[in-house]
C-alpha cells in the first residue's frame, strides 16, 4: 500500500476515534441533561405526591395541577391498575395502557420506573396502615424539541443511533480530504522522482529543483543533489582513470612496436644472409639481443608501475638513507660510461627515515641515469640529501642539456619524451616511476631546469609514511 493510502487511512482512522468520542462524551452530556430535565422532575413529583397522600391530605385537582407542573403527567392508581385520578395533560393513549412499569411496582411494593413510547415513567407504591394500597405513577416525554415536522427525542436507543450515523457519515470526507491533502503533500516527491529517473549516468550534471531548503522535502532535494554531485566527481575520476588506462595501453603497444619490428627484421637478415656472411650474422644477433633487452627493460617498467597502480603495500623500515643514496650514486657511477663526474653530497649528520629502503633507491638511481644521460661528457651530476624535522629531500643535479620550459608540465606523463630521437634508449617511463614512487611514500617530486644549464630534480618524502598512503 502506498503511504500516500496509509497515511489516508490513518487519518480517517483518527478522524473516525475523534468522532466517536467526541460523540460519546456529547451522549454522556446530554444523559445527564435528560436526568436533570426529565427524569429527576418526574421522580420528584411522583414522591411529592406519595408523601402528600400519606401524609392523609386531599389530593383535589387543584394540587394535581401543582404536583404535576413542568410537562409532567400523574395518574393515582388502585391495587389493580385502575385510575383513581390523574392530571389533566395525561397523552390518552400510551401511559393509561402501559403496565410495564406499574405493574412490577404494585408486585415488589418497590418504586420502579422505565420508559413507554418516548416518555420516561416512574411509579412509587403508597402504602399506608389500615387503607388501600395506591401507586403514583408520573411521566414526563424525552423530546425536547417538539415543532412542525421536526421531533427530536433524546431517548437513549435513539441518541446513540445518531451518534453512530454522525461518526459513519463523517469518515467519507475524512477519507476524501486526507487523501487529498496526501496527495497534495506528496507531489513534490512524485516531482522528485521524476527528476531523479531522468537522470542518467551519462548526464550527471542536472541537479532537482529545491523549493524550499527549510522542508523535509527540500532537505531531501539537497541530500539528492549532494549525492549527485559526488557520484559525478566520482564518474569524472573513474573516467579519467579509465581514459589512462586506455592511454597507457596504446603507448605501450606503440613503445613495444619499435623493438619487435627490429627483432623481426633482424631476424629475416640473418635468415637470408646470416649463414653466408658471418659479420651480417653477427650484427643482427647484436641487434636482436638489444632490441630484446629494451623489450625485456620496458616490459619490466611497465609492471612496476602496474604494481604500483594496483597500490601494493610498501615494505617500510627505518634506515640510514644516506647509505641508500651513496649505494644509488656508487651504482651509476659504475655504470655510466662518459667522462662525467658523479659525486654525492652527504648530509652533516645521518639521516633516518621510515622508507622502502628498494624503491627509494630505484627511484633515486632514475634520477641519477637520468642526468647521466641528459649530460654531455665533462659535466657534473651531484646527488644530496637534506633532512627537515618531518621530511628529508634527495636532490640530484646536473649540468646538462636542460629541459625547455614548455616540456617541463610533461616530463612525469608515462612515455612523455622529450626528444624522442636524442633519447632513443629511454622509454618515458622512468620519471612517472619515480613520481609514484614518492607518491607511495606520501611525498612529491619537483623539478626545476634551464635549457642549455642543467636540471634539479628534488624528491621530497616525509620521514614517516602517513599510514593510509603506506
Ligand atoms: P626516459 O626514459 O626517456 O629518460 P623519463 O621519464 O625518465 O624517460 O624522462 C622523461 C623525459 O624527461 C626524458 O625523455 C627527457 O627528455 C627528460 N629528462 C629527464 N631527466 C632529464 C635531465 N636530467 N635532463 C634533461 N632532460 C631530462
Known amino acids: ?93 400510551i ?13 415488589t411494593g418497590f418504586p420502579q420506573e422505565g420508559e413507554a413510547d418516548g416518555h420516561f415513567i416512574y411509579v412509587v407504591p403508597v402504602i399506608r396502615p389500615d387503607e388501600p394500597l395506591l401507586l403514583v405513577e408520573t411521566g414526563k416525554a424525552y423530546t425536547i424539541i417538539d415543532q412542525g415536522g421536526l421531533r427530536l427525542r433524546i431517548a437513549p436507543p435513539g441518541l446513540a443511533g445518531i451518534a453512530a ?33 531522468q537522470i542518467s549516468e551519462e548526464d550527471l550534471s542536472q541537479r532537482l529543483p529545491v523549493r524550499s531548503r527549510r522542508d523535509e522535502l527540500g532537505r531531501l532535494a539537497l541530500t539528492f543533489n549532494d549525492l549527485i554531485a559526488r557520484l559525478e566527481v566520482a564518474f569524472a575520476e573513474r573516467e579519467q582513470t579509465l581514459a589512462g588506462q586506455r592511454r597507457f595501453v596504446a603507448d605501450a603497444g606503440h613503445e613495444l612496436r619499435t623493438p619487435l ?59 640510514d638513507v644516506g647509505e641508500l643514496v651513496a649505494a644509488a650514486v656508487e651504482a651509476t657511477r659504475i655504470a655510466a660510461t662518459g667522462n662525467i663526474e658523479i659525486s654525492y653530497e ?31 661528457a665533462g659535466g657534473t651530476v651531484t646527488a644530496r640529501l637534506r633532512a627537515g624535522e618531518d621530511w ?17 608540465p610533461h616530463i612525469f606523463d608515462r612515455f612523455y619524451r622529450v626528444d624522442s630521437a636524442r633519447s632513443h634508449s629511454g622509454s618515458g617511463l622512468g620519471l612517472s616511476i619515480a613520481q609514484q614512487i614518492a607518491e607511495q611514500h606520501g611525498g612529491t617530486i619537483s623539478v626545476t631546469s634551464r635549457l642549455g644549464q642543467g636540471s634539479t630534480f628534488t624528491l621530497r618524502l616525509p620521514r614517516s609514511v602517513p599510514v593510509a598512503t603506506a
Open 165 to 197: 450515523g454522525a461518526a459513519l457519515v463523517s469518515i467519507l470526507p475524512a477519507i476524501l480530504a486526507s487523501y487529498l491533502a496526501a496527495r497534495r503533500a506528496f507531489t513534490p516527491v512524485n516531482a522528485i522522482v521524476s527528476s531523479v529517473q
Open 95 to 107: 401511559p393509561t395502557r402501559d403496565q410495564s412499569v406499574w405493574q412490577p411496582a404494585l408486585e
Open 346 to 376: 652527504p648530509p652533516d649528520a645521518p639521516v633516518v627515515a621510515d622508507v622502502d629502503p628498494d624503491r627509494v633507491r630505484q627511484a633515486t638511481g632514475i634520477l641519477l641515469d637520468n642526468a647521466v644521460k641528459y649530460t654531455p
Open 392 to 408: 628529508i629531500a634527495i636532490a640530484v643535479a646536473d649540468t646538462g642539456i636542460g629541459i625547455d620550459a614548455q616540456h617541463l
Open 1 to 93: 500500500m502506498s503511504i500516500r493510502w496509509r497515511l489516508t487511512l490513518f487519518h480517517a482512522l483518527t478522524m473516525f476515534v475523534v468522532v466517536a468520542v467526541l460523540t460519546a462524551v456529547l451522549i454522556g452530556v446530554i444523559f445527564i441533561v435528560m436526568h436533570l430535565l426529565v427524569e429527576q422532575p418526574a421522580r420528584d413529583s411522583a414522591n411529592d405526591t406519595a408523601a402528600f397522600i400519606e401524609a392523609g391530605s386531599e389530593l383535589d385537582a387543584r394540587e394535581l395541577e401543582r404536583l404535576s407542573e413542568g410537562g409532567i403527567f400523574l395518574i393515582v392508581r388502585d391495587a389493580r391498575g385502575r385510575i383513581v385520578t390523574q392530571s389533566d395533560d395525561v397523552p390518552d393513549t
Open 261 to 319: 619490428s627490429s627483432i623481426l627484421g633482424y631476424t629475416r637478415l640473418l635468415r637470408d644472409w646470416g649463414l653466408q656472411d658471418a659479420e651480417v650474422a653477427e650484427e643482427s644477433l647484436a641487434a636482436i639481443e638489444r632490441e630484446a633487452a629494451r623489450m625485456s627493460e620496458l616490459v619490466e617498467e611497465m609492471l612496476d608501475l602496474a604494481r604500483g597502480d594496483e597500490g601494493l603495500p610498501l615494505e617500510l623500515e627505518p634506515g
